[in-house]
């Protein structure tokens, strides 16, 4: 079945679809509101959950590692681990809730045909707001450990990291949301490995670690080392963006793109029948 509007039948598909999309935005805030809202009904801190349950996690790291180190104090690793959490947490709800993104807006999808586009949205665009959220808190323990010596201009990066975030995540839950609505079976396929990316990634293991010789090729292989040190830079280190991590990082949004838009080309509309 071919996409057809009405409204719009004259114009190539990509200028169909774009203008589909943009008619059906407010649709696409209204469901990030609902998300948020549905994750904290009910609780007595809301949104602060957000800052809080990163935090803690990070502090109870900190405790057990940084005493077996000898290195760090525990608010400074507290910061890294905190840091480390707070990103891959992008990465995490992009696997997730990217695979859920269409099976669970198929009540939407079934009645109207709604570009998919606006539920993969949905999901970068709730993670992004609950990013910021942890961010000041990050931001408010860096300045209070640090006495506020790493904050500076750098910081100005940390909205070119949300663009480059959104660009690195989207892809990913147009990925998910299309093999995922296919085969149920990836939710556990997904989970070994976002666990396993987790351990050899310098989210709470020290960012030296993986300049070994014999680890040094994860800094390729793996997405989110490039993706931590863009975060990590301005906000740990008060230092601007390494070439190599912008190169890096590109490479791979290019990579997913393409993945993204082969999956999306090939399942087109027939995703609806797996839903």
């Known amino acids: 079945m071919s996409y057809v509007n009405v409204q719009y039948r004259r114009l190539p598909f990509a200028l169909r679809y774009a203008a589909d999309f943009l008619s059906y935005r407010h649709l696409c805030w209204n469901l990030v509101g609902s998300a948020l809202r549905a994750r904290f009904r009910r609780t007595r801190l809301g949104i602060l959950w957000a800052t809080l349950q990163p935090l803690a996690f990070s502090l109870m790291i900190a405790t057990v590692w940084a005493g077996l180190r000898h290195r760090e104090s525990v608010w400074e690793f507290a910061i890294y681990v905190f840091t480390g959490v707070v990103a891959f947490e992008l990465f995490s709800t992009s696997i997730h809730a990217g695979q859920d993104a269409l099976t669970s807006a198929s009540g939407f999808i079934r009645q109207a045909r709604i570009p998919f586009l606006i539920f993969q949205l949905r999901v970068v ?3 992004l707001v609950m990013f910021v959220c942890a961010l000041v808190g990050v931001l408010l323990l860096t ?16 909205p070119v990291f949300m663009g480059v975030a959104g660009l690195f995540m ?5 990925i998910m949301s299309i093999v995922g609505a296919q085969y149920r ?9 976002e666990r396993a990316l987790f351990l050899v990634s310098p989210v709470m293991l ?8 014999h680890l040094q090729i994860l800094e390729v292989l793996n997405p989110l080392v ?3 040190d863009l975060f990590r830079d301005p906000v740990l280190k008060g230092q601007f963006w390494e070439a190599q991590d912008v190169i890096t990082m590109f490479v791979w949004i290019a990579g997913l793109w393409a993945l993204a838009i082969v999956s999306s080309v090939s399942s087109g509309r027939r995703i609806v029948f797996a839903l």
């Open 125 to 127: 665009l709730t993670a």
């Open 143 to 158: 300045a209070i450990v640090t006495n506020g010596a790493n904050l500076g201009p750098a910081l100005q990066l940390i």
């Open 170 to 174: 989207l892809p990913i839950v147009i």
């Open 185 to 193: 079976d990836v939710q556990y396929i997904s989970m070994l490995a």
């Open 206 to 213: 020290p960012r030296d670690v993986l300049e070994q010789p």
């Open 226 to 228: 490039p993706f931590l």
